[in-house]
């Protein structure tokens, strides 16, 4: 399934296409930060922190972070987006925060003609400052406050930072992508944590068919994944709901592993990758991209498997950086989270805490 926020073969092949320059209390389902004075980072038994962004400053961090400016290399981010990414304040800016985060990163989507689009929106990643692999646990702080009608959405997911010695580049999706928080306004009660891979080598060179994605559900109400998969519907929620993703702040996270990679929300697992064939549930390599709901500890987890098809390069043994991006969406067959629909309210803002990754020791 392709995606509103996935990176298509072109962004893989030339990096970040570039061509420009609440008033309502959340509802929190882990503690909140310190209200006065410096944030309170959590610390893990098993982890050091190695890296983190609390956004209490002034001004976004050019140290930590990069502007991706424009519409992609393809002109619509490869997923018939309509919006034009900006580095201005009006699409991504910090604020003083609230009694509920010290400091918030906002990134927001306007209806508005700028350039050549009558949509704007933020990404901002940390290409070339800063990547992490296997080892890590890797976590944002995130309110999608106000992605509540179809069309709308917002992502903090991973693309690959490394490539093989021998290849000027490496190919999406043979590279990887990892997609830790993807929620949107048609589906309000679920989030989506997925990764993306090739089922054949190919020579590093893009293939329509060669594209595996294994995505598991999460539901805020239930904490755990649903019975079905959701579809289109229930939108636009209302006020702050909090069987919704945008009715406060959740904690958005994967447990990156030598073999697997977890998916949480707000520490519930939801979702569990492993690399190789065979070892989701046990069995002997059989060469299929195996996947079930299974219950752990009383709840519902999607498992899946093989994300490791070809020894030319197994995407999810390397490094990664980030991405935090919003999107409006341009039609139903190419966008997650469908066209965006006439009554769509904006801006449309989601905000960020934190981000933060550790070092499991």
């Not at 066209?339 to 499991?360: G, K, N, S």
């Amino acid at each position: 399934m392709k995606h509103i926020f996935s990176a298509m073969l072109l962004l893989a092949l030339a990096g970040c296409g570039s061509d420009d320059g609440g008033n309502n209390e959340p509802n929190n389902n882990n503690p909140d930060p310190d209200p006065v004075g410096e944030p309170v980072i959590t610390q893990y038994a098993g982890y050091t922190l190695l890296w983190n962004d609390e956004f209490t400053g002034t001004s976004l961090d050019l140290t930590k972070w990069n502007y991706e400016t424009g519409t992609g290399v393809n002109g619509d981010f490869g997923t018939g987006q309509l919006d034009r990414a900006t580095n201005r304040v009006e699409n991504v800016k910090l604020g003083t925060g609230t009694v509920n985060a010290p400091g918030e990163l906002s990134i927001t989507t306007r209806r508005e003609q700028y350039v050549d689009r009558d949509y704007t929106s933020g990404r901002i990643n940390t290409q070339g400052k800063f990547s992490v692999g296997p080892g890590s646990r890797i976590e944002a702080r995130v309110w999608a406050r106000d992605v509540k009608y179809k069309g709308q959405g917002f992502a903090f997911w991973m693309m690959p930072a490394e490539k093989p010695a021998d290849q000027p580049h490496i190919m999406w999706p043979q590279g990887g992508e990892i997609d830790i928080m993807e929620y949107v306004g048609a589906i309000p009660y679920n989030n989506l944590g997925s990764v993306h891979y090739a089922w054949f080598w190919e020579n590093n060179q893009y293939q329509s068919w060669n594209h595996g994605h294994k995505g598991g559900y999460y539901n805020y109400e239930q904490q755990q994944k649903p019975q079905t998969n959701p579809q289109y519907g229930g939108w636009p929620v209302t006020g702050t709901d909090p069987n919704a993703g945008s009715g406060g702040y959740h904690l958005y996270r994967i447990d990156w592993y030598a073999d697997r990679i977890e998916f949480s929300v707000d520490e519930h697992v939801y979702h569990i990758n492993y690399f190789n064939d065979g070892d989701a549930f046990g069995n002997a390599p059989d060469g299929q991209d195996a996947d079930a709901t299974v219950i752990v500890d009383g709840k519902r987890v999607f498992k899946s498997e093989y994300s490791h098809h070809f020894p030319e390069w197994e995407p999810f043994d390397h490094k990664f950086y980030m991405i935090l991006s919003a999107g409006v969406g341009g039609n139903d067959n190419m966008t997650y989270g469908g066209a965006i629909v006439p009554e769509a309210v904006f801006p449309c803002t989601t905000l960020i805490d934190y981000v933060r990754v550790y070092r499991r020791d």
